[in-house]
């Protein structure tokens, strides 16, 4: 059975970095897109990024372009989200998922981390 565990999470001030790690195991790492989404208190969970099962190809949200930049490391099993120039807003539990074709569409994605809290203070 597939499963994911996040960690890197914290507290950091605005404006700081945080490196937030998924790693994966119980099937083939490599066959999955990976993506990263975020639920804020009281908020529906929502979609941050995603990277094809080569790492070739990626896509964010519009929030976080420009700042969070996702990454793979097929040889560890390991996905990674480098958060930088964070803000107050960026303040949520942050999920890693595996699914197929970098979906942005939480639903479409078949295996889930138990999530990292990461809080921002401004």
């Known amino acids: 059975q597939v499963q994911l565990v996040e960690s890197g999470g914290g507290l950091v001030q605005a404006g700081g970095s945080l490196r937030l790690s998924c790693v994966f195991s119980g099937g083939i790492f490599s066959s999955y897109s990976m993506g990263w989404f975020r639920q804020a208190s009281g908020k529906e969970r929502v979609f941050v990024a995603a990277i094809s099962w080569s790492g070739d190809s990626t896509h964010y949200a519009d929030s976080v372009k420009g700042r969070f930049t996702i990454s793979r490391d097929n040889a560890k099993n390991t996905v990674y989200l480098q958060m930088n120039s964070l803000k107050a807003e960026d303040t949520a539990v942050y999920y890693c998922?595996?699914?197929?074709?970098?979906?942005?569409?939480?639903?479409?994605?078949?295996?889930w981390g138990q999530g990292t809290q990461v809080t921002v203070s401004s």
């Open positions: 998922a595996a699914g197929n074709k970098m979906p942005t569409i939480a639903t479409m994605y078949a295996f």
